[in-house]
């Protein structure tokens, strides 16, 4: 019975040694541990920086923040208008601007070879794969118009694996590198109502640790970011709160803290800003997956119902104007 007794209160030592780790490694790296700096990837001196899907959001703080810290940046985004006034925004922070006006969702052959040769004309110490696009609301994936399905297949990894191809040859040749790519916690725990989406964040997720993991012997750092909500237009969400920061403190965060995993567990990916770590932490280490799936099913599916109402008032509404 002493025995027994020694057994178990040596296991329950042990338990608590290993959560005990975990909380302080938890604790370093979101509240201490530096990140990698970006002057080893080129900040400050000639190098640039391409940031896709930079006029709004994360991408558009993503730039400034890059600019900020001395890269050129070569802008990516859908339309001219915005590219213009965010060239015009980047060149008053003192450095270089470009502009490509592309929409990822139906990129031509002729326009990949004008992208590769932009990219080889300059020196190219970080890409940031940000660009990224979801749903309207969450719908059953029967609903989700074939455009859409399209859309999300072109924007969100057709995107980002033809980008990264673009940088790598001049990356490896110089040994140095920084690509960022634009994941999600819909990969972190799959998102019934948003299948597709969730589907490519998956994607995205398995992409970069599969690349990060080829590169990491040229010098190269490929680093998945997997962002919880944050205010933007795609997260539908303007105030701030504990756990949906705006763009700005979450990227200037994000770019303090290359390398430094935070509250996720996954090789080469990031979780650092504090409330999103949090979160990370509990969801990949005490929630088990079936439960928070199912909590993600009626979350979204009372999100999805609360869009349905609001489309029909909006219907009801025009018919009566027009009435
Ligand atoms: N915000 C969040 O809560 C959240 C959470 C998890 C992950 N993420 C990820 O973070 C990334 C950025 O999200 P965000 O919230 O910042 O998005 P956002 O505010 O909707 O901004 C999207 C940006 O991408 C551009 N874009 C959209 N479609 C495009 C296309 N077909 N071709 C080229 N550019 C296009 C937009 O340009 P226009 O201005 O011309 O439309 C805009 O600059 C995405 O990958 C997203 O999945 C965001």
Redesign the pocket.
Known sequence: MACLQTVFSYIGIAVVAYYASLIVTFAYDVFVRPGVKLSKFGAGQGFWAIV?????????ETALELARKGFNILL????QD?LDLMATEVRALGVEARVLA????KVSVEQWAEIQQQVDDVRVGVLVN?????YDYPMFLEEVSEETVD?LV???MR?MVKMTRTVLPQMKERKSGLILN?????ALLPSPFLSV?SGS?GFVKYFSQSVASEVAKDGIIVEHLQ?????????K?KKPNFF?PL?KPYIKTILNKIGVQGGSSEPYTSVPFFSHALMAFVAERLVPKQAAIDYNFNLLNGLRKRALKKIQREQEADKAKTA
């Open positions: 896709t899907g930079c006029t709004d959001g994360l991408g558009r990516v985004s859908r339309s915005k592309v929409d990822f969702a940000n660009v990224g696009v979801s859309a072109d924007i969100n995107a634009s994941g999600s916690f819909a989406y964040k962002t919880y909500f944050v205010c933007s237009k795609m997260s969400t949906i763009p």
